[in-house]
């Protein structure tokens, strides 16, 4: 399935690194960039989520939320946000649901590993609209942050 820019976002509620639950409707009123990585404490995937660390100051004024989904537990993922300080929610999609529901699910990954998030990125609007949307199928690429930035400028 695919989500593309103009669809509803699909609702979710995960758990985070606190255990405590967040659903995308927590931040309606609000634009969000929800990100998809496959794996905790690798090295693109540290990559990316430490630029965005670096970049926050920049999403929050353009009135962004970031929130970073991936497959880890959120046992992992607490330990991932704590070696690498970052200051935006993790939540773990461990029954992967949320990656499907988003088109964003490797069935097999390296490793004979099954059921793997995809490196992906959404900006979801305030009213909770898809206004843009990239599923990478190549794990070894980020995301395009500048298309990001530029849709949600013009949010604004």
């Known amino acids: 399935m695919e989500i593309k820019a103009g669809d509803k ?3 979710f509620t995960l758990r985070n690194t606190e255990k405590a639950e967040v659903s995308l409707e927590d931040y309606k009123g609000k634009n969000v960039v929800l990100l998809f990585f496959p794996l905790a404490f690798t090295g693109v995937c540290t990559t990316e989520l430490c630029t965005m660390r670096d970049d926050i100051a920049t999403y929050e004024g353009l009135d962004a939320e970031v929130v970073a989904v991936s497959v880890d537990s ?4 607490e330990q991932f946000k704590k070696a690498e300080k970052y200051n935006f929610p993790l939540l773990s999609d461990f029954n ?3 990656s499907r529901a988003y088109g964003s699910l490797y069935e097999d990954f390296v490793l004979d590993m099954k059921g793997v998030s ?3 990125a ?3 609007d305030k009213e909770g ?3 843009y949307s990239e599923v990478l199928d190549s794990a070894g690429d980020l995301p395009n942050f500048e298309a990001v930035k530029k849709t949600l ?4």
């Open 9 to 11: 976002a699909p609702n």
């Open 74 to 77: 959120l046992f992992t993922l």
């Open 96 to 98: 992967k649901n949320v």
């Open 118 to 120: 995809k490196r992906s």
């Open 122 to 124: 959404f900006v979801i």
């Open 129 to 131: 609209i898809i206004r």
């Open 153 to 156: 400028t013009s949010l604004n």
